[in-house]
């Protein structure tokens, strides 16, 4: 089985930034591939960040250059860190852990709001 905890959501004012955490635990590797995914309001859940097991990372076109992905393999931890937050950035934040092609598994997803 697979564990993801995701923390460091809340209430931010725009232009603010916050940081999340997800720690994995169970049955993982680190080259699994992580990501972040959002979903806000009446919308599709979308991806916002991924990062493979060497680091390589893509992110949505209406995040770079703000939003900044990375992990730490020895404490099984991916992070996102946001800046320069806008009020549409306000989501429920969702981690996510590849075990193998095909199999995802979802964290419980951690509340962001902006406020403007």
Not at 20 to 26: D, K, N, T, V, W
Not at 37 to 50: D, I, N, S, T
Request: include cysteine.
């Amino acid at each position: 089985q697979v564990q993801l905890v995701e923390s460091g959501g809340g209430l931010v004012q725009a232009g603010g930034s916050l940081r999340l955490s997800c720690a994995a635990s169970g049955s993982i590797f680190s080259l699994n591939a992580m990501g972040w995914y959002r979903q806000a309001p009446g919308k599709q859940r979308e991806l916002v960040a991924g990062i493979t097991g060497g680091g390589r990372t893509n992110y949505a076109d209406t995040v770079k250059g703000r939003f900044t992905i990375s992990r730490d393999n020895a404490k099984n931890t991916v992070y996102l860190q946001m800046n320069s937050l806008k009020p549409e950035d306000t989501a429920v934040y969702y981690c996510t852990l590849d075990r193998a092609p095909g199999l995802r598994h979802w964290g419980q997803g951690t509340q962001v709001t902006v406020s403007s």
